[in-house]
């Protein structure tokens, strides 16, 4: 369903090289850091890309900065390297910025209610308040879910010529997504996170794959009654879409995660 070359964020040629002098300032604003987030914000002169490398024990995550970046640590509490690394030529970057970031969060799944660099959302967009319209009378998170499956469901349509079109860096805008009533996993993936944390309700993004799909395939976990349910909204909008019934949570054991965001 999605390209593995628009969202693997780990294929990138990296020359970790520590900068003698730093060519940006870089600042990595932890006044979040009690939601499990934080933004990275930079000032320089030059016309030059960055990237921001998380990193947990084994783990690591890539994003591309953009000024006012917001990156979640959403690896579990503990201690975390967040690195900004500056692009050299081509594929090679080098590190402008390292530093160590400890987390404690009270409740690790609140990280999973943020709005952030893939999953951008606030509460003036008109897809999120057509969130609190559908849920205005939902008594709990189960209704909530529902509520926000069964539209987007039903509304949205696969866009089967969209990779064509996609940059290297894609990050859907729920905003152009919604108003498009079309999209590829991803974005049915983004839209149903945002939608949802919206709510109050913990939603990842997750990237990998899907026994019987080839392709790189986006879905969702919720949070519900205590344990992560899977959700595939892009599956689903086709069987619904084509009057043929399907479980709204799906077998865990078909899909294989690469990435958790």
């Known amino acids: 369903m999605l390209n593995k070359r628009i969202l693997c964020l780990l294929v990138v040629l990296l020359l970790l090289i520590p900068a003698t002098v730093v ?21 320089t002169e030059k016309d030059v890309r960055f990237k921001v490398m998380v990193n947990k024990g084994t783990l690591n995550y890539f994003y591309d900065l953009k000024e006012g970046s917001i990156v979640p640590l959403q690896m579990g509490n503990g201690d975390y390297e967040v690195s900004i690394l500056e692009n050299i030529k081509g594929n090679k970057y080098r590190i402008v910025k390292k530093e160590r970031i400890t987390t404690n969060l009270a409740d690790e799944n609140s990280v999973y209610l943020q709005s952030m660099q893939l999953i951008c959302w606030n509460e003036d967009m008109d ?10 009378n939902a008594k709990d998170d189960n209704e909530k879910l529902k509520a926000v499956y069964d539209y987007v469901t039903k509304n949205m349509k696969y866009d089967y010529q969209k990779f064509s079109k996609l940059s290297n860096d894609y990050i859907p805008s729920i905003e152009e997504v919604s108003k498009d009533g079309k999209g590829i996993c ?3 993936a983004v839209m149903t996170a945002a939608m949802l944390r919206s709510l109050g309700v913990p939603t990842k993004l997750i990237m990998g794959y899907k026994s019987g799909l080839i392709e790189y395939h986006a879905w969702n976990q ?11 909204t892009t599956l689903d909008a086709i069987q619904i879409q084509g009057k043929r019934s399907t ?15």
């Open 23 to 43: 060519q940006a300032a870089v600042v990595v604003d932890k006044s979040q850091l009690e939601s499990g987030i934080v933004s990275i914000n930079y000032d």
């Open 127 to 136: 897809i999120i308040k057509k969130a609190k319209e559908l849920t205005v």
């Open 186 to 188: 991803y974005d049915y």
């Open 222 to 232: 919720v949070y519900l009654d205590d344990k992560w349910i899977t959700l595939d």
């Open 247 to 261: 479980p709204l949570e799906k077998d865990a054991t078909l899909y294989s995660v690469l990435k958790e965001y």
